[in-house]
């Protein structure tokens, strides 16, 4: 993979002055997919919860993101 994440969303907020409708909207909502998989793999990745909390942290950044 060449770009991070933190790369795409960047270069995907710069994206947003250019394109509109239907693109801006795939854009929006990409980046809002990378923000949820961050949050999500930074609650997988903390080692302090328990499986049950994990699920749970996982469920309210799916829901509420």
Known sequence: ??????????HGKEQLEIFGGEHKEFIETSIEVMRKYQEIRKIYMTHHYTDEEVIEKIKEVIKYG
């Open 1 to 10: 993979m060449g770009m991070t994440i933190e790369q795409a969303i960047k």
